[in-house]
């Protein structure tokens, strides 16, 4: 039984603690995002004699650890005291920022200007994010900016005393099981249904008189879940989507599912059946439990969101989780995650992959309540990454034709293969679109290098060439590599070829990331720590890879110095691999050894487990794989990784990566060192799609030609991905993707093309015109031109200054079209010196402004009706009401094409309140009224007369 402090009450001008000894009752709220709370009820009994009189407000309470403030709410005839304390944190709410800015921050910045002047501090643990824009921010309380952050940037907190700790995600996973009629008396299920919307109109295009004319495209949407709800809900529509590019139903009911958010929110409070004394096992709000209900065929992993307790009452917890974002998740389909659901789909190669892909919003839109939402984004990221498979596949998917001849039909350059059986061993060639390429190499028996030389001399041209066959032995297999160089000089020409050729064993990353941030160190050792006489070396790398080097001399004393990767969060238990790739031009330096290793760390930072391998002997000059793989030991909070040499000796390190689990995978980067999402889809896109095979051919050529036609340099890559069965034989479908980079010049052009498969991109510049083809081109920083022609010009804001004065401009951003224009102020305008004029989601509107700021006049016109200001007088136009006003005396003039109040007649009202009186004319009547006297006159025409 876990032994609970009991406790105390401090005086806050004195500081005097006492212990709180006898209490009625002890209840601990605790909820996400917000300061914990604690209700209890003290007695005036002789056990509080001491403690009584200092239950007053404002002083303080201890209990574990943390302060809370006192409010006695209620104090009864027989000196009942009820309480509520709350965490000294909420004193944020109290605190006001009275500086307002209006920029663009990160996390930190937004942060640092919230406890700007405040006595409280603040930890930052979240990954870093882009900035995001704030306007006047500040002005008011520190806890509401800190909810805005919170909800701004998806970010989690805890309060911690004086201190707020930020984070991702706050909370573990835990094996706790909550089953309903086990351990489990009732569960309450309440549904959020504020933000949800069933239905959607979207207008498409409109067809220009060059594409011929015709009406706007329209598409009206419902959800399938519609008729499902209650009535009085089911009529709610989303806002109108307004987008020129969309002209078909497919990409219509695409955009219109997106915009639709027919799911509801559901928090579920579970209440416990059996009370355990001992919660030190309990989940604590942020952790991750199972829920398991039969009735509601429930069976989640959900997150807390808030739980109540009572540590000193044999009183159960009461549990609340959501499913808010991914805090309830269902676990049946969570073991069919949307990365496993594409690979399945991709091994039968047919038409269902797309339309498992198509059909992926559907599927999430027909989950019903009790079941797990995800993410949209989720749903659209599969879809691409599905289509991006297949074009993969398409490009570069191929079969092996195994013959003793040479084949010749059906074949496409740079993709077609062939396994010549008639020579042993059987080797692959590649169509290079002129003639078989060897694509692979031929191994030597042993382990090491063979060099051969041939030097050919004629009377018009010396060649040279060198051919090195290397194989070595690497952890994750065998390993060869042949590197041919060929030098061929004549009379009128020059020529340099280099050939590359590896052969090594593959293993798919998918599913497997990289912990490491700025593991290929392309901009700097940002994300690295490292140890003196270490750094960043951009002239030695590993296949085109920056690395880190260590280079130690003279010390007498053992040093560990190298480098050491981020800490990133780790769980007990879990298994963590760790590798890369090492090298050391003189291995006679190193004289206790090199060690590659993983730390583990608790939460107050103390390493607590530093295993690690040792990865001599090393080769000069031979880059080594190196691995090792560790279980988190119990009290893991965070892990990183770590390589260096124990005391002298040079050492280079490239392509480190942490991962989870127990064996390396190929290299790959950090999902957020990835510049963009498109990149991010493209990289595992190709995992899947390589995902079945365990064998790599990787082939480099660089090429250099000078002749009189002129200069050529080419750099070209094949990449073979075959699967090599358990008799040795090869499968039947193998992968091959061919690039190439390619610069021509001469004393006319230069032409720079790259092509990967069958995609190919081109800039081709001559002394008239510059041409760029390609699928994507991207420009960035500042960008002039004297003239832009082209069907579309799509971005998020374009601005047209007055180049007289850069304060008049017209802007289009956002869907809208923004123009400023400064005047003289003078009676005509209404003495308004700022002019803007806009269109916005069909409204038009030009408003007029002092030079106090204040507003002279507008106009509005939309296709609902009009409003008019000139000050002091304005008029409104609607489809059946025109009212013109004069705002200082409230004097108006009102014309209706039908009046309820009037028996749905057309009329005309004349509005006088400062005199009382109004006429109302009717197409039957005309009524004068006077308020201040009290009558009325009509003149009424009726069947017999008026």
């Known amino acids: 039984m876990k032994r609970v402090e009991r406790a105390k009450i401090e005086q806050l001008s004195t500081g005097d603690q006492f212990h709180l000894v006898d209490m009625q009752q002890f209840e601990v709220i605790e909820g996400k995002n917000e300061p914990s709370s604690i209700r209890f009820v003290v007695p005036d009994t002789e056990m509080n004699k001491r403690v009584y009189p200092y239950v007053e407000d404002r002083n303080l309470l201890i209990f574990e650890g943390q302060y809370y403030i006192i409010l006695v709410t209620h104090q009864d005839e027989l000196g009942f005291k009820d309480c509520d304390a709350i965490q000294i944190s909420a004193e944020l709410t109290r605190q006001i920022q009275s500086r307002k800015i209006t920029e663009y921050l990160s996390i930190d910045e937004a942060l640092s200007h919230t406890f700007d002047g405040s006595n409280f501090k603040f930890i930052n643990r979240c990954s870093e994010q882009n900035q995001l824009h704030f306007e006047n921010f500040g002005g008011e309380g520190r806890m509401k900016m800190i909810r805005k952050i919170l909800d701004r940037f998806d970010i989690e907190c805890i309060f911690d005393n004086m201190t707020v700790i930020f984070a991702d995600r706050i909370g573990k996973t835990t094996d706790k099981l909550y089953k309903f009629g086990y351990n489990v008396n009732a569960i309450k299920k309440t549904t959020d249904d504020n933000n949800c919307s069933f239905s959607v109109l979207l207008l498409g295009h409109t067809p220009s008189e060059e594409e011929g004319g015709g009406p706007q495209f329209t598409y009206y949407y419902e959800s399938p879940l519609k008729y499902k709800v209650p009535e009085f809900l089911r009529h709610r529509q989303a806002d109108n989507i307004e987008d020129d590019k969309i002209k078909d139903n497919g990409t219509a009911l695409e955009r219109c599912k997106a915009e639709v958010n027919d799911i509801p929110v559901i928090s579920i409070t579970v209440d416990h059946k059996e009370a355990n004394f001992d919660d030190s096992n309990e989940p604590k709000v942020g952790d991750k439990a199972i829920l398991q209900h039969h009735k509601y065929n429930m069976d989640f992993d959900v997150r807390v969101v808030k739980r109540t307790r009572y540590p000193f009452e044999q009183t159960p917890n009461v549990y609340e989780f959501s499913n ?49 939402v995800k993410a949209k984004e989720e749903s659209e990221a599969a879809k691409k990454l599905a289509e991006l498979v297949k074009e993969n596949q398409k490009n570069f998917q191929t079969a092996i034709i195994e013959s003793d001849t040479e084949p010749t039909q059906n074949l496409e350059p740079g993709k077609s293969l062939w396994l010549n059986t008639s020579e042993e061993p059987n080797m692959l060639y590649l169509w290079t679109g002129t003639e ?9 028996e042993e382990i090491g290098a063979v060099t051969k030389v041939n030097f050919e001399e004629t009377m018009n041209s010396i060649k040279q060439s060198v051919e090195t066959v290397e194989k070595t032995q690497t952890a994750q297999g065998e390993q060869l590599k042949q590197a041919q160089s060929t030098l061929e000089t004549q009379a009128e020409a020059i020529k340099a070829k280099v050939t590359i050729t590896e052969v090594g064993n593959y293993v798919s990353s998918i599913g497997m990331s990289n912990l490491i941030r700025n593991s290929l160190l392309k901009t700097d050792s940002s994300h690295w720590s490292l140890a003196p006489n270490v750094s960043r070396d951009t002239f030695v790398t590993y296949n085109g890879a920056y690395t880190i080097k260590t280079d130690q001399i003279g010390l007498t004393a053992d040093s560990w110095r190298g480098a050491i990767s981020e800490k990133v969060p780790a769980v007990a238990g879990e298994d963590f691999v760790v590798s890369g790739w090492f090298m050391t031009d003189d291995k006679s330096k190193i004289d206790k050894g090199l060690r590659l290793e993983v730390e583990f760390f608790n939460a107050s930072g103390t390493r607590i487990a530093a295993p690690n391998v040792d990865f001599l002997p090393l080769e000069n000059n031979v880059w080594k794989f190196v691995f090792g793989t560790f279980k988190a030991p119990v009290g893991t909070v965070f892990v990183d990784a770590r390589f260096y040499v124990i005391r002298n000796g040079r050492l280079w390190a490239s392509k480190m990566m942490l991962q989870r689990g127990t064996k390396p995978s190929e290299f790959t980067e950090n999902a957020a060192d990835i510049a963009g999402k498109d990149e991010l889809l493209s990289q595992i896109a190709e995992k899947v799609a390589t995902a079945d095979y365990n064998k790599k051919i990787e082939q480099i050529d660089r090429d250099i030609t000078a002749n009189k036609e002129g200069i050529t340099l080419a750099a070209k890559k094949t990449e073979v991905y075959t699967r090599v069965e358990s008799d040795g034989k090869y499968a039947a479908d193998a992968y091959v993707k061919e690039m190439e980079a390619r610069i021509s010049v001469n004393e006319q052009s230069i032409l720079q093309t790259v092509k990967v498969g069958n995609v190919i991109s081109s800039i081709n510049q001559t002394a008239e015109a510059i041409q760029i083809e390609a699928k994507k081109i991207n420009l960035k920083g500042a960008v002039t031109a004297d003239s832009i022609a082209g069907k579309l010009l799509e971005g998020i804001t ?52 002092k030079e106090d700021g204040s507003q002279a006049n507008y106009v509005e016109i939309a296709a609902w009706g009009a409003s008019f200001n000139t000050g002091n007088d304005g008029a409104t136009y609607g489809s059946q009401t025109f009212t013109i006003l004069d705002k200082g005396q409230r004097k108006s003039i009102t014309a209706k094409s039908y009046d309820e109040s009037m028996g749905w007649k057309p009329t005309f009202t004349i509005d006088n309140p400062q005199s009382a009186e109004l006429v109302k004319i009717t197409s039957n009547a005309i009524y004068f009224y006077n308020m201040n006297k009290n009558y009325k006159n009509e003149l009424v025409t009726e069947d017999g007369g008026s």
Not at 436 to 444: C, D, F, M, Y
Request: no cysteine; aromatic share 10%.
């Open 324 to 372: 808010k974002r991914d805090e309830l998740v269902d676990r049946t389909e969570e073991q069919k995650k949307w990365t496993a659901d594409i690979l399945s789909i991709v091994k039968e190669l047919d038409q269902r992959l797309l339309d498992e892909s198509n059909n992926y919003t559907d599927r999430i839109n027909a989950i019903t309540e009790e079941k797990a």
């Open 436 to 444: 078989w390429s060897k694509i692979g190499v031929n191994a030597p």
């Open 798 to 849: 374009i601005r047209a200054r007055d180049p007289n004065d850069n304060n008049n401009f017209t802007e289009m951003s956002n869907g809208r079209i923004f123009t400023q224009g400064f005047q003289t102020p003078a009676q005509w305008n209404q003495w308004s010196k700022k002019v803007v004029t806009g269109l916005e989601k069909g409204l038009f509107y030009s408003r007029g402004y």
